[in-house]
C-alpha cells in the first residue's frame, strides 16, 4: 500500500551533517506515521525517530536528541532526517519506516520499510 525508498547517506567526518530523504509511494501518506531507524553490523535494529501524521508531534532517542530533526512535507510525500554533529558511533544502515496511525518507537509496529541507506561517520 505504500512503497518507501531511502536517500542521501553517504560518507561524513565526525561533526558533519546529512540530510536523509524518503520517498513515499501511494496516496495515503497523509495517514501514516513514520520513523526513522538504524542498525549497525551485529547489533540489534534501533529507534532514532518518528513523527505524528501531520508532524505536530516528534520523538527523538535519546542519543541523537538535540542533534537530530525529524520533518515531514505530506503534500510532497516525503520524510526527512537532518542530522547534526555527527559521531563515528552514528555509522550504520538507516531505515524508513511507516505504519498507519499513530506513531510508535518499536520497530516491531511498523509494517512499511525502505530498503535503507548507509550513513558512514569518519573519525
Known amino acids: 500500500q505504500v512503497q518507501l525508498v531511502e536517500s542521501g547517506g553517504g560518507l561524513v567526518q565526525a561533526g558533519g551533517s546529512l540530510r536523509l530523504s524518503c520517498a513515499a509511494s501511494g496516496r495515503t501518506f497523509s495517514g501514516y506515521a513514520m520513523g526513522w531507524f538504524r542498525q549497525a553490523p551485529g547489533k540489534e535494529r534501533e529507534f532514532v525517530a518518528s513523527?505524528?501524521?501531520?508532524?505536530?508531534?516528534?520523538r527523538y532517542a535519546n542519543s541523537v536528541k538535540g542533534r537530530f530533526t525529524m520533518s515531514r512535507n505530506n503534500a510532497e510525500n516525503t520524510v526527512y532526517l537532518q542530522m547534526n554533529s555527527l559521531r563515528p558511533e552514528d555509522t550504520a544502515v538507516y531505515y524508513c519506516?511507516?505504519?498507519?496511525?499513530?506513531?510508535?518507537?518499536?520497530?516491531?509496529?511498523?509494517?512499511?520499510w525502505g530498503q535503507g541507506t548507509q550513513v558512514t561517520v569518519s573519525s
Open positions: 513523527i505524528s501524521t501531520t508532524g505536530t508531534y516528534t
Open positions: 519506516a511507516a505504519r498507519y496511525g499513530s506513531s510508535s518507537t518499536g520497530a516491531k509496529d511498523y509494517a512499511h
